[in-house]
Nanobody, 120 residues
């Protein structure tokens, strides 16, 4: 069972930046087989939505709302990062990390979430 722990959330002014991190850990030896990792977010009163994903093949996808402002990256230790620049109040949400063993998100592990608040 993969466990995901997010960090890096907080309060930032509009136009500012934050960097989120998500570290994957596992005691069963399956961590090396994680294929895809990504970030989702959920604002109050709204459905959870995809922000960005990165696969082991190198494919990266972004939601239109963050394309050009956010950058997802992944190191070889199964830690995924989300660099968020030019933040807007509408980016305020709880951000969740997700991981899967294949392109269908098999295994479907989620982190506990980290709050990002963009406000002056």
């Amino acid at each position: 069972q993969v466990q995901l722990v997010e960090s890096g959330g907080g309060l930032v002014q509009p136009g500012g930046s934050l960097r989120l991190s998500c570290a994957a850990s596992d005691t069963s030896g399956t961590i090396l087989s994680i294929y895809i990792m990504g970030w989702y977010r959920q604002a109050i009163g709204k459905q959870r939505e995809l922000v960005a994903t990165v696969s082991k093949s190198g494919r990266i996808d972004y939601a239109d709302s963050v394309n050009g402002r956010f950058t997802i990256s992944r190191d070889n230790r199964n830690t995924v990062y989300l660099q968020m620049n030019s933040l807007k109040p509408e980016d305020t949400a709880v951000y969740f990390c997700r991981a899967g063993y294949d392109s269908t998100w098999y295994g479907d592990a989620w982190g506990q979430g980290t709050q990002v608040t963009v406000s002056s």
